[in-house]
């Protein structure tokens, strides 16, 4: 897959990469390049674009000196902030306490993303939520579940990393199976080994699709963009479609620990 910028609105592009297990397999990832209402740009997660790209970019944001911030939103995707960090040195730099940990010779501003102190900086343009009972960071470096979910007003988009996937096949092979969202594979590894952690996620999901249900855009990393605009089934719809197909690993969660 050949990167490329999809302009999903006048405000936001989502900016596609590739990301390849064990140099074979391409899941993708992503960045999101959103203008902010006071006309100044953020970045959402870091990719190291390719020179094309990175002109596209720097051609929208005065060659990326409107880029005022760089927010990292999955605590485990921290490949590429280094060099886009390199690239627009003076926009403040946003993360989880694991990119601080991981990265501490960078300059971090003290607001994590998946703190509400961070949220209120740039209440005026998103809205953001993080998954309830599930592990944020976890101590297995292979369980990538949880990130910080980010909901752009303007444009009505969510941009969501690891969390929710949406899998759509490539050429011909989609007439052998439908797109369709889901929660990450790793849920069941993931969910705090407690009682009532299962329904904490279940009625975070509901509140989710409740909040967000003006959603028309979903642009997730792993691997592709979902356009839903006046269409059934809606992005809401969707996720609780996603929800009823881990319920049995919910279940099964209660039936160990309550």
């Given amino acids: 897959m050949t990167d490329k910028i999809l302009k999903i609105s006048d405000a936001f592009w989502n900016i596609r990469g590739e990301f390849k297990i064990f140099g074979l397999l391409n899941i993708g990832i992503h960045a999101s390049l959103v203008k902010r209402g006071n006309g100044k740009f953020v970045l959402l997660d870091a990719y190291e674009m ?3 790209i ?3 970019v720097d051609s929208l944001t005065n060659n990326g000196v409107d880029i005022e911030a760089i927010i990292n939103l999955h605590p485990f995707h921290t490949v590429h902030i280094e060099k886009i960090h390199g690239d627009y040195p003076h926009a403040k730099l946003y993360g989880t306490q694991r990119h601080i940990d991981k990265l501490p010779n960078l300059t971090w501003q003290t607001e994590l993303t998946n703190s509400n102190e961070f949220a209120a900086l740039f ?9 309830r009972g599930v592990d944020f960071i976890s101590k297995n ?11 752009h007003k303007e444009s009505k988009t969510i941009h969501v990393d690891d969390t929710l996937m949406y899998f759509q096949l490539p050429g011909l092979l989609r007439f052998l199976k439908s797109p369709e969202l889901a929660f990450h594979m790793t849920l069941s590894k993931t969910l705090e080994q407690r009682k009532g952690a299962a329904d904490d996620f ?8 409740e909040q967000w249900s003006g959603a028309e855009v979903l642009c997730a990393a792993h691997s592709s963009t979902l356009f839903i605009k006046n269409q059934s089934p809606s992005i809401a719809a969707m996720i ?8 049995l690993t919910l279940k099964h969660h209660e039936n160990k620990f309550g």
Wanted: charge should be negative; aromatic fraction near 12%.
């Fill in 240 to 247: 609780m479609t996603a929800l009823e197909r881990v319920e």
């Fill in 202 to 209: 279940r009625h975070w999901v509901e509140d989710l699709a």
């Fill in 50 to 52: 390719q020179d094309d």
């Fill in 123 to 131: 209440s005026e343009d998103f809205e953001f939520s993080v998954p």
């Fill in 141 to 151: 470096e292979h369980l990538h579940f949880s990130s910080v979910l980010a909901y």
């Fill in 54 to 56: 990175k002109q596209q």
